[in-house]
C-alpha cells in the first residue's frame, strides 16, 4: 500500500505570517497532489507535481507555492496566509498501473485568525 | 468551476435500502471515478469507469456512465450503517492531463441502523 503522511496534521497560525505543509510518501510515485477541501466546494485542485522539480498549477493556485525537491516530499506553502485560506489540505498521489487513481493522505486543518 | 456535481447534496436511508447518487459533467472524459470520505479522513478510490463503458460492477456499488447525458450514478445496495460517508464523483478530463481529476461537491449519505 502505498503511504502518505502530512505534516503538520492541525495547525493555527495568523494572518500574514507564512506556512508550509508537508506531504510525504514512502514509494517512488511521480504524480503528487495538493488539493484544499471547503464545505460545499469539494476539492479543488491548488498545485500539482509530475516529478522532481516539475510541478504546475491547479484550479485555485493563487496565494500558494509549491516545490519538491526530492520524489519523497511535496511542500505547500501559504506565503502569507489569509482568512480565505483556513480549509482542510490533503496531499494525493496517482496510484494504479496506469496512475489514473489517486490515493489521498489524512489532511491536515488549518486554521488563520 | 466544478466538472462533477452530485446530486442529491445530502441522502437519508435505512439499512438494507438502496442508495443511489447522482453526478453530471460539462465536458469530455477520459474516465469518471467515484471516491468515499469519512468524516475526518482522506477520500478512498472505490471504483473508475472509463468513457466507453456504460456500467460496472464491485461488489455491491453498481456505477453506470452516460456519455451522452454527460451523467454518472452510483449505487450501493443493501447498505449498511457503515456506508455512511461522503461520496465524491470525479472526472478525468479529455483535455487535461490524464491524471489529473475535478471533483465534485460531494453526497453525504447516512444509512440509519
Known amino acids: 500500500d502505498a503511504g502518505i503522511t502530512q505534516s503538520p496534521r492541525h495547525k493555527v497560525t495568523e494572518t500574514g505570517t507564512p506556512v508550509t505543509l508537508r506531504c510525504h510518501q514512502t514509494?517512488?510515485?511521480?504524480?503528487m497532489y495538493w488539493y484544499r477541501q471547503d464545505p460545499g466546494h469539494g476539492l479543488r485542485l491548488i498545485h500539482y507535481?509530475?516529478?522532481?522539480?516539475?510541478?504546475d498549477k491547479g484550479e485555485v493556485s493563487d496565494g500558494y507555492s509549491v516545490s519538491r525537491s526530492k520524489t519523497e516530499d511535496f511542500l505547500l506553502t501559504l506565503e502569507s496566509a489569509t482568512s480565505s485560506q483556513t480549509s482542510v489540505y490533503f496531499c494525493?498521489?496517482?496510484?494504479?498501473?496506469?496512475?489514473?487513481?489517486?490515493?489521498f493522505g489524512p489532511g491536515t486543518r488549518l486554521l488563520v485568525l | 468551476s466544478q466538472q462533477g456535481e452530485e446530486d442529491p447534496q445530502a441522502l437519508s436511508i435505512q439499512e438494507g435500502e438502496n442508495a443511489t447518487m447522482n453526478c453530471s459533467y460539462k465536458?469530455?472524459?477520459?474516465?469518471l471515478q467515484w471516491y468515499r470520505q469519512n468524516s475526518g479522513r482522506g477520500l478512498v478510490h472505490l471504483i473508475l469507469?472509463?468513457?466507453?463503458?456504460r456500467e460496472k460492477h464491485s461488489g455491491r456499488l453498481r456505477v453506470t456512465l452516460d456519455t451522452s447525458k454527460k451523467s454518472s450514478s452510483l449505487l450501493i445496495t443493501a447498505s449498511r450503517a457503515a456506508d455512511t460517508a461522503s461520496y465524491f464523483c470525479?472526472?478525468?478530463?479529455?483535455?487535461?492531463?490524464?491524471?489529473?481529476?475535478?471533483f465534485g461537491s460531494g453526497t453525504q449519505l447516512t444509512v440509519l441502523p
Open positions: 494525493a498521489i496517482s496510484v494504479g498501473t496506469l496512475q489514473e487513481t489517486q490515493y
Open positions: 507535481s509530475y516529478g522532481v522539480k516539475d510541478t
Open positions: 465536458t469530455s472524459i477520459n474516465n
Open positions: 514509494e517512488n510515485h511521480r504524480y
Open positions: 469507469i472509463r468513457s466507453n463503458e
Open positions: 470525479a472526472a478525468a478530463l479529455s483535455s487535461g492531463s490524464a491524471r489529473q481529476l475535478t
